[in-house]
């Protein structure tokens, strides 16, 4: 297997397509991300009781072994991200040994030669994809690329209808359910979301909760609270608000203080959006609606606004720094935090605190379900138009997220959060819920950075109310923006 930088392809390259431009990142208002009866096909495939996590390897992909005569399978990637994908071999870390074994036994199981290429930064792949495409060049089997960059990539018509792609079989556990409830459009989706794709678990925001200083302050049991569905942003504000401590003495609140409930000013601001049930599009029949400007979202603002800007106990650092939240947390100086799961293995792995972890807060009492969201840095995977051999792909694709389903997301899920992180059973049971409580939001899959869905931070952050004004200098924009991505899906393939 060979590793190679994108910018050894691009030297070579004729002159390239002008390049993409560059930045971060359903079924109706409660479209989760459920995976199929994943229980039900254990159940079926096992003769006998057995662990939940072996049971897994019991279940067949029903794809048919091939021997594809050791072609390559050649992988485009970014942001750093290459270890998810390939290893050279095993290193002792469970995730890592994971990855290698799942690896191997495709590579066995069909005689191919897996090859990562990539490069640093998500919008230089994107030029060297373009590039590709506009030679014509059969040089890539599988892309998978930061996901609002490749919802921006899609429009360009570069990448294949996963649902003409043989082997694809979306009603299996290890794909998110999103791709055909909230990513399908009239029967067409360019891009798809598995277990493949590690990121889509690891970037995924919940609320971080310190239970040792939980007690010191004599709160509840908020694994309970959460459990009645008393789980509300209102409900974080009157615990969290007066939990303040002025830990170095200067007589004012910074970054060196302890705060009852801390949380960065970026994207873990945006993922309120969906947690209060306030997706961008919803499905109405087989059609995606645009629903962003709903009729709460004025109060959504305000409240968060107000919130972050009023109590000594609520802080979040307006400058945008990404880690102000869980760097908090991880010193023992936030009793709870936005976070995502990520961050439990660089942040709190040496934490001595007993901690765990909640879902994101409801909007209400009455709304009826948990939601959360995924960093927009996680990845998506996409076909090319010029990728000629389907069915290689397919068969390839299906079996490498069955096998990460079976080998890899046990090992990341189930042992590095639950083993090394997790310190409690309830919390078991809270990454549970908030797995399956993931939204990935067609319109921010396909925002291009040209839609509203990093409105939310930069509102907070600039501690700004008047949400109507700042969306009407954005609506001509995002109308625009919305207009385009829809008119592409309904005309793909006339």
């Known amino acids: 297997m060979n590793k190679t ?20 990142g359903g079924d109706d208002t409660t479209t989760t991300d459920t995976k199929a009866d994943d229980t039900a096909a254990v159940t079926e495939a096992a003769t006998e009781p057995v662990d939940a996590l072996e049971a897994r390897k019991l279940v067949d992909d029903e794809v048919e072994t091939k021997d594809f005569g050791g072609a390559p399978f050649r992988i485009v990637t970014s942001d750093n991200q290459t270890g998810y994908y390939w290893l050279e071999a095993e290193t002792g870390d469970v995730v890592d040994d994971a990855i290698f074994r799942r690896n191997s036994k495709v590579q066995e199981r069909f005689n191919i030669n897996m090859e990562v290429i990539y490069d640093d930064v998500y919008y230089e792949t994107s030029k060297y994809l373009t590039s590709i495409v506009s030679a014509g060049d059969d040089a890539v089997e599988l892309v ?104 170095n003495s200067n007589g004012e609140a910074d970054a060196e203080d302890l705060y009852g409930y801390a949380s960065c000013g970026r994207s873990a601001m945006d993922a309120f959006l969906w947690a209060f049930d306030n997706p961008v599009f919803t499905r109405e029949g087989d059609k995606l609606v645009y629903s962003y400007k709903s009729a709460k979202i004025n109060d959504i603002v305000a409240k968060l606004v107000n919130t972050f800007s009023s109590y000594q106990g609520i802080s979040t650092d307006f400058t945008g720094g990404w880690n102000y939240g ?28 007993d901690f765990g972890f909640l879902p994101y807060p409801k909007w209400e009492e009455a709304q009826e379900e948990y939601f959360t969201m995924v960093d927009g840095s996680h990845q998506v995977l996409a076909v090319l138009t010029t990728a000629a051999n389907v069915d290689m792909i397919g068969a390839v694709t299906e079996v490498l997220n069955a096998e990460s389903w079976k080998l890899v997301t046990p090992a990341y899920y189930d042992v590095a959060l639950k083993v090394k992180a997790t310190r409690d059973m309830e919390s078991v049971a809270m990454l549970d819920q908030i797995i399956n409580s993931r939204i990935f939001d067609f319109g921010y899959v396909y925002d291009g950075w040209e839609g509203p869905c990093f409105l939310l931070e930069n509102l907070v952050r600039g501690k700004n109310t008047n949400f109507e004004s700042e969306y009407a200098k954005k609506e001509k924009t995002i109308n625009k923006r919305y207009e385009t991505v829809i008119e592409y899906f309904e005309n793909y393939g006339n």
């Open 5 to 24: 930088r994108i910018a050894a392809f691009l030297l070579a390259a004729l002159t390239l397509i002008p390049a993409v431009m560059t930045s971060c």
């Open 326 to 353: 869980i760097n908090a947390f991880s010193q023992n100086r936030a009793v709870l935090a936005a976070g995502n799961f990520g961050s439990s293995l660089w942040a709190l792995a040496e934490m001595e605190d």
């Open 144 to 247: 998978a690329l930061h996901v609002v960059e490749a919802g921006k990539l899609a429009i360009n018509d570069v990448f294949q209808n996963w649902y003409d792609i043989p082997n694809i079989d979306f009603s299996k556990p290890w794909w998110s359910v999103s791709t055909t409830r909230d990513l399908s459009y009239d029967g067409f989706a360019p891009l798809a979301i598995g277990d493949f794709i590690v990121s889509a678990t690891s970037g995924t925001y919940c609320t971080y909760y310190n239970k040792t200083l939980a007690a010191t302050y004599d709160l509840p049991n908020l694994y309970d609270v959460v459990n009645d569905g008393k789980w509300t942003f209102d409900y974080i504000v009157s615990i969290a608000k007066d939990l303040y401590s002025d830990l």
